[in-house]
């Protein structure tokens, strides 16, 4: 037992505490999710669901491995073979079942969103049921190789189990990796594809490319789970750590649409940013003035030149769309069917 129970790279409660603010950072992007959706279509999509499921696998393999982690810094005579087999296939079936789930929003809404492609379709039904037959296969295989109940718990018994959970960790991880690669290439093309503004083009590919680092973290787990073959304990704490913040950025990553309503809707109404907006705006607009050369106005122009003074005074008047549309705050037709309406926040200018 002293190869197995060495003391791992990551101390017992600093991995708790990394899994605990992980969680819950987690959850809260979740429970922002379906507040959101929950006020705008007063219910609940499957997607929504997926998440809460997603996020109960992660919390429990977050428990599974951080007593695997615990064990490892335990005496040797402290830990028995029929203990850690049997939290071996723990671990491996609640990780697997958070990779699995964590995935499922994304696919979900890319069905709902993207599913009059008929590609896109088989494409997030194939990985879906791959995914699935492939993860609980490799669960399955490390539950019967770790299962005292059907073996003799000896040593040969014990390394046999090492042996499995290191070829299932590993195939897991590498067909996890490849499926994240294909979620997150998917919606590129029709993101291109779209009647829009280059810039909205452009924050729509990035909102779904912060999947990126979901991307980085599968790789660094891979490398963690397939160093194991070197050493036992030493690099498998980093592995299960790089494994659930993999499965925490693809759940909040697919909350990004709700996160931006609750940005577009909530936050940028609040009473705090429109303090923080009016204070920096009154900011930029003093040091456009110190840095303008002598005799000219804001917009670079000489006193001098035709055409009207802007003149200011202490309140300003913000501009911004609402969903009415079709007429200015004179009550005249925009012409483009673009609404505004008028706020005072801090600094106007008038033309004269």
């Given at each position: 037992m002293d190869l197995i129970t060495i003391p791992t790279a990551i101390p017992p409660w600093n991995y708790i505490s990394s899994q605990i603010t992980m969680c819950t950072v987690t959850l809260g992007i979740i429970g922002i999710r379906l507040w959101v959706n929950y006020?705008?279509?007063?219910?609940?999509?499957?997607?929504?669901?997926?998440?809460?499921?997603?996020?109960a696998f992660v919390a429990s393999y977050s428990a599974t491995s951080s007593m695997m982690n615990w064990a490892f810094n335990s005496p040797p005579t402290d830990v028995s073979i029929k203990y850690i087999t049997?939290?071996?296939?723990?671990?491996?079936?609640?990780?697997?079942?958070?990779?699995?789930?964590?995935?499922?929003?994304?696919?979900?809404?890319?069905?709902r969103t993207f599913g009059v492609k008929r590609w896109v379709r088989y494409t997030c039904y194939s990985l879906m049921t791959f995914t699935a037959v492939g993860f609980f296969a490799s669960a399955m295989y490390t539950g019967i190789w770790c299962s005292p109940e059907i073996h003799t718990a000896d040593v040969p018994y014990l390394f046999n189990c090492v042996s499995a959970t290191f070829y299932t960790t590993v195939s897991r991880n590498a067909l996890s990796l490849a499926v994240d690669v294909v979620i997150f290439v998917l919606p590129l093309p029709i993101v291109l594809r779209l009647k829009m503004?280059?810039?909205?083009?452009?924050?729509?590919?990035?909102?779904?490319?912060?999947?990126?680092?979901?991307?980085i973290a599968g790789v660094v787990s891979l490398y963690f789970q397939s160093s194991q073959i070197r050493s036992t304990s030493s690099n498998i704490t980093n592995a299960m750590l790089t494994t659930v913040l993999e499965c925490c950025?693809?759940?909040?990553?697919?909350?990004?649409?709700?996160?931006?309503?609750?940005?577009?809707?909530?936050?940028?109404?609040?009473?705090?940013?429109?303090?923080f907006a009016s204070t920096a705006s009154t900011t930029?607009?003093?040091?456009?003035?110190?840095?303008?050369?002598?005799g000219t106005t804001l917009d670079?122009?000489?006193?001098?030149?035709t055409g009207p003074i802007?003149?200011?005074?202490?309140?300003?008047?913000?501009?911004?769309?609402?969903?009415?549309?079709?007429?200015?705050?004179?009550?005249?037709?925009?012409?483009?069917?673009?609404g505004y309406e008028a706020k005072a926040t801090g600094k106007r200018y008038i033309g004269v």
């Amino acid at each position: 037992m002293d190869l197995i129970t060495i003391p791992t790279a990551i101390p017992p409660w600093n991995y708790i505490s990394s899994q605990i603010t992980m969680c819950t950072v987690t959850l809260g992007i979740i429970g922002i999710r379906l507040w959101v959706n929950y006020s705008h279509s007063r219910k609940f999509l499957a997607d929504d669901y997926l998440c809460v499921i997603a996020l109960a696998f992660v919390a429990s393999y977050s428990a599974t491995s951080s007593m695997m982690n615990w064990a490892f810094n335990s005496p040797p005579t402290d830990v028995s073979i029929k203990y850690i087999t049997r939290l071996a296939a723990a671990c491996i079936f609640t990780a697997t079942s958070a990779m699995y789930f964590s995935k499922l929003p994304l696919l979900i809404f890319f069905l709902r969103t993207f599913g009059v492609k008929r590609w896109v379709r088989y494409t997030c039904y194939s990985l879906m049921t791959f995914t699935a037959v492939g993860f609980f296969a490799s669960a399955m295989y490390t539950g019967i190789w770790c299962s005292p109940e059907i073996h003799t718990a000896d040593v040969p018994y014990l390394f046999n189990c090492v042996s499995a959970t290191f070829y299932t960790t590993v195939s897991r991880n590498a067909l996890s990796l490849a499926v994240d690669v294909v979620i997150f290439v998917l919606p590129l093309p029709i993101v291109l594809r779209l009647k829009m503004a280059l810039h909205n083009k452009i924050g729509i590919a990035l909102v779904f490319l912060t999947g990126s680092f979901a991307l980085i973290a599968g790789v660094v787990s891979l490398y963690f789970q397939s160093s194991q073959i070197r050493s036992t304990s030493s690099n498998i704490t980093n592995a299960m750590l790089t494994t659930v913040l993999e499965c925490c950025i693809i759940i909040m990553v697919s909350c990004a649409t709700a996160l931006h309503l609750f940005w577009r809707n909530h936050l940028r109404r609040s009473a705090l940013f429109s303090r923080f907006a009016s204070t920096a705006s009154t900011t930029m607009g003093t040091r456009s003035r110190k840095s303008q050369p002598r005799g000219t106005t804001l917009d670079g122009r000489s006193k001098s030149s035709t055409g009207p003074i802007l003149v200011t005074t202490d309140h300003y008047i913000e501009l911004r769309d609402h969903k009415g549309g079709g007429e200015k705050e004179d009550g005249r037709e925009s012409g483009d069917g673009m609404g505004y309406e008028a706020k005072a926040t801090g600094k106007r200018y008038i033309g004269v």
